[in-house]
């Protein structure tokens, strides 16, 4: 996310809690020569030393902040770190989770001869914090040698309607929601915004 939108010319600030996803982060951008300023931290305690004109989270990032205070703190965060008027950009999968595994929750990447197959789904079982569901990431890995191997996570992620996103984001922000979109049929040049989306979802708010 960081790379395309720092070769269009955009300053560029990136956070995550986990050290070594920065750190892989900031060797990409130097590897594809763009700059950003990245950080490890809690995104709940986000604080830019100026006004910035968009948020982005995406990718279900947001539904790791799996208690009602932690997302209630990002929102907070997220509206005091916006200029006036300023866009905040989530996705999320809404709705119902589901525990088919499909093209979208399935995925390749290889690089020098390393290949890790990504697989996530839904166990359609409450996590034990309240308000959130068990979501099972599987990695299958092959090594440049051959050898094959998995790691296997379960983790609580945060469930959301679109209903509840908004009230969310009016309660804490406040902001004001613009347009939702449904991955799937999402055209960057001809978006077309969903009324009653479910699944993987793009959400627009502004802030007031």
């Known amino acids: ?63 790791h902040l799996s208690s009602a205070d932690a997302a209630a703190g990002a929102m907070h965060a997220f509206h005091a770190g916006l200029r006036p008027g300023g866009l905040l950009i989530i996705g999320l999968d809404l709705g119902k989770p589901v525990i088919e595994v499909d093209e979208r929750n399935c995925w390749e990447m290889e690089r020098d001869g390393l290949v890790v197959e990504t697989l996530v789904s839904s166990l359609r079982k409450p996590g034990k914090t309240p308000g959130t569901t068990l979501i099972r990431a599987v990695l299958h890995v092959t090594e440049p040698d051959g050898r094959e191997y998995e790691i296997i996570t379960d983790e609580e992620m945060r469930d959301y309607t679109l209903d509840s996103l908004k009230h969310l984001a009016a309660t804490h922000g406040p902001f004001e929601p613009l347009a939702a979109f449904e991955f799937d049929h999402l055209s960057i040049n001809n978006p077309t915004a969903a009324r009653d989306p479910n699944g993987n979802t793009v959400v627009v708010f502004r802030g007031q």
Do not use: K, Y
């Open 1 to 63: 996310i960081v790379i395309p939108l720092a070769r269009r010319g955009l300053c560029i600030s990136g956070l995550d809690i986990c050290t070594s996803a920065v750190e892989f982060a900031r060797q990409r951008c130097r590897e594809e020569g763009v700059t950003a300023e990245l950080a490890v931290g809690d995104v709940a305690r986000w604080s830019p030393p100026q006004p910035v004109d968009a948020v982005v989270t995406l990718i279900d990032s947001f539904r």
